[in-house]
């Protein structure tokens, strides 16, 4: 058996959602809307599947949805990417990350991530070989340092893994930390992986700035996207990754024999999708930024402490100065039992010297059912 894969626990999205539902409970542990999504992208993906878009796809994606993405970021970030030769269509973020991360990393390498660290990258760089250099994030403000940075790069640093806007601490990082992961980056000559799915659920007026677009990085940044985030169609799971034509010749070799292709239908929903105005974006932001000062009243109302939400499907809450004695994981377990409200322990994206007093809500979901949510934990505390 590989050494790998034989002991690790079930991710806790899949472990946390199978409690919701033998609980019954209100699932805002996994993140995902409780809203059909856009219909008019519902329709087109519809209209694909009649009008016969469901053949194998090349294996690049589609021309119509690496075009669209393309111009995608052209406008929201002056990117220019060629369609052809640095933009791929894979079957979901973690997919991508996945092709990412195996086309870089060879045995003995070492991959700086920054812990909460995303419960795919570990074992994805174990797998390859390479080693985890974890640097830990602290809260409330989650941010980079010069220091923490020197302490983690080294001559053996191949690449760095670094997810922007950040699950599960909502963080959306401002230039400032980018421009000095950056020059990090360059001075140990190391590729940035930058998992950037959230990059569109960004509130309060923020703006999402892509690591690839910091001088110096075009060529050495590997970006990864989410369509799933983007329209709140999670499901879907249609992912991209975008990077100059050498980095991306190799990782379309991975995707080659990890999914291959990807369902065309919906990957013509998509392109259409992401031609859609900067309202409609920008409307889904407000409508996000809404349900989050709902649920960030109404847990506040309840004593939780909030650590306010700067971007992401989630906002968490530090049980610390609560004195509950119990550990996020026993919190969350007792009231997705007791209250039947489903979240996520913030401890399970630590692999030591884990935070263990935070957890995270998903406040993407229908007033009511939030409302209900709040209702049933009126006294979890
Ligand atoms: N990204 C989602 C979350 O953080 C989970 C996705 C998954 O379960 N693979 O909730």
Known sequence: QNKVFADLPVTIFEQMSQLARDNNAINLGQGFPDDPGPEDIRRAAADAVLNGYNQYPSMMGLPELRQAIAAHYKHWHKLDLDPMSEVMVTSGGTEALTSAILSVVEPGDEVICFQPVYDSYLPIIRQAGGIPRLVRLEPPHWRLSEEMLRQAFSPKTKAVLFNNPLNPAAVVY??????????????????????????????DGREHIPLITIPGMRDRTIKVGSAGKIFSLTGWKIGFVCAAPQLLRVA????????????PNLQMAVAYGLGKSDDYFLDMRAELARSRDR?????????????????????TV?????????????????????????????????EKDAVTSVVRFCFAKKDATLDTALERLSDAI
């Open 295 to 315: 649920l960030t009243a109404g847990l506040e109302r309840l004593g939780f402490p909030v650590l306010k939400a700067q971007g992401t499907y989630f906002l």
């Open 252 to 263: 379309a070799k991975v995707h080659q024999f990890l999914t291959f292709t990807t369902a």
């Open 174 to 203: 401002p230039r400032e930390d980018l421009e000095l992961l950056a020059r990090f980056c360059q001075e140990f000559d190391a590729v940035a992986i930058c998992d950037e799915v959230w990059e569109h659920v960004v509130f």
């Open 318 to 350: 530090d049980l610390s100065p609560l004195g509950l004695n119990e550990t996020d994981e026993q919190f969350c377990r007792r009231i997705v039992h007791d209250y039947k409200v489903a979240a996520i322990p913030v401890s399970a994206f630590y």
